[in-house]
């Protein structure tokens, strides 16, 4: 019943978030809300399954899945069937599990959460959402607490970063040279008028990996200068996907030019493109590289076979999925999946085999990323974005063209991107928001801000 409930509070609750039929980042659609109370019936309670919640893409589910059923049946001499459960993209996923969890305290009938970055994990550890494992010393050896600010696994256990991920901007190389443009290497090179429409862009809402690039570009820049650029990167968007992994694909096509990507989506179509056709870029000091996680969820029915599953993940054998060439002993069987492990004993063990080029334990030039501020704002910076660049795009791109075509950018811009409330403000809002009656009349509020603003400064 909890997966039911679960399923149905996510069909409706975007006033603003996914329409049905949006799926998360792996692009496949939500199951529907009668698939699900069936699956429930069916799996939830039965023994030698595990439910895993996940906004990762199918090729990685295809990998892990069937690699851990073979694992554990080595290991334990029984079987078990792993059960995916696609809820949407990250934003998505963790408000259907906190609204759950809101309506059975004890348990909501699903295993696992994994993928989708680190804030998620915070929030829900904060919320008493996670249930603890402490992995064996010898994996716990081999994964530094931190890397350049940001929390590799949980110091009370309750999560694990197992892959880490590059978060920066991929290109089209012809096309932006056709624009006139100069080498891409910034977030604000995004802003360039003469990227109008052909810039690839995001809603937090709907994908924690778009969520972490506006947090990075705010903790890059500073509150002012950060909401300048994402607003000018707001205006120069055609439009905002709900799957981050579709604005790697389109610039590949030429359909766009530039557009925020995490890396591993990059590296695919730097892959079958060519790096002659697809660039990608971690913009120097103006980005960070962030562990994508794995938790057990609190009440988890299959308990033994989930602790099983996060050290699997966080093993030699796992870590060879996310490293290793596809088709190569220990590596995956259908695609490569380009990520960078979590471990730092797979560079130099099995570098060699690698089609991943970065080891992110060697790159000095990161952004020192506060963590817990992000953590704080997480669906607050959501909810703003949303209301201010996603729900009034179409006004936010009349003010900027008028600012682009009557060269006031300098002047208009301080002005057009001023937010309706100040960092400590929104910072002082974030318990209030979650109500839902307070967010809705807030947000319909900073709505009205934005557009009534746009359409004053595009006459």
């Known amino acids: 019943m909890l997966l039911a409930l679960l399923f149905a509070v996510l069909s409706c609750s975007k006033s603003g978030n996914a329409p049905a039929g949006v799926g998360g980042p792996g692009g496949a659609p939500m199951e529907s809300t009668a698939t699900a109370v069936a699956q429930a019936t069916d ?62 305290p004890e348990g909501i009938d699903l295993d696992m959460f994994f993928g989708g970055g680190v804030d998620p994990y915070m929030q829900l550890k904060s919320l008493g959402l996670l249930q603890a494992y402490e992995m064996p010393a010898d994996i716990l050896a081999a994964i530094p607490k931190e890397l350049n600010g940001v929390p590799l696994y949980d110091p009370q256990y309750s999560w694990y970063g197992t892959a880490i991920s590059g978060f920066g901007i991929v290109y089209n190389k012809p096309l932006v040279k056709q624009l006139g443009i100069p080498e891409i290497k910034t977030w604000q090179d995004l802003t360039d008028p003469k990227l109008f429409t052909w810039v690839g862009a995001g ?50 096509a030429g359909r766009i030019a530039a557009g925020t990507a995490i890396d591993f989506y990059a590296w695919s179509q730097v892959e079958q493109a060519g790096a002659e056709q697809v660039g990608f870029v971690l913009p120097e000091g103006l980005t960070v590289i962030n562990p994508d996680s794995i938790a057990i969820l609190k009440g988890a029915p299959h308990l033994d076979a989930a602790r099983a599953f996060e050290e699997f993940v966080l093993s030699e054998d796992g870590q060879k999925l996310w490293y290793l060439k596809a088709g190569s002993p220990g590596g995956p069987r259908k695609a490569s999946l380009l990520r960078m492990p979590v471990r730092t004993d797979m560079y130099d063990k099995y570098g060699a085999g690698s089609p991943v080029l970065m080891n992110p334990f060697k790159w000095t030039a990161a952004l020192r990323y506060d963590s817990k501020l992000g953590t704080l704002r997480y669906q607050g910076l959501n909810d703003l974005f949303g209301a201010i660049i996603v729900d009034s795009h179409d006004d936010l791109v009349a003010a900027w063209k008028k600012a682009v075509d009557s060269n006031q950018v300098a002047a208009m811009l301080p002005d057009l991107s001023k937010p309706p409330v ?30 009534d603003k746009y359409k004053r400064m595009a006459r």
């Open 422 to 451: 100040t960092e400590e403000g929104l910072n002082a809002l974030v318990d209030k928001l979650k109500d839902p009656v307070f967010k809705n009349t807030t947000t319909a509020d900073w709505i009205t801000f934005a557009r």
């Open 203 to 252: 809603d937090p809402r709907q994908s924690g990996t778009v969520h972490m690039m506006y947090e990075i570009m705010l903790q890059a820049y500073g509150w002012d200068k950060g909401w300048q650029v994402m607003t000018a990167f707001g205006g120069n968007a055609r439009n905002f996907v709900n799957n981050s992994g579709d604005i790697p694909r389109e610039v590949s």
């Open 43 to 104: 799996n939830s309670a039965a023994p030698g399954t595990l439910q895993i919640v996940s906004p990762h893409p199918q090729i990685i589910q295809d990998e892990f899945g069937p690699a851990f059923e073979v694992w554990y049946k080595a290991k334990t001499g029984t079987s078990v069937k792993v059960v995916w459960r696609d809820l949407g993209g990250t934003s998505a996923a963790l408000s259907g599990i906190v609204t759950a969890f809101e309506k059975r």
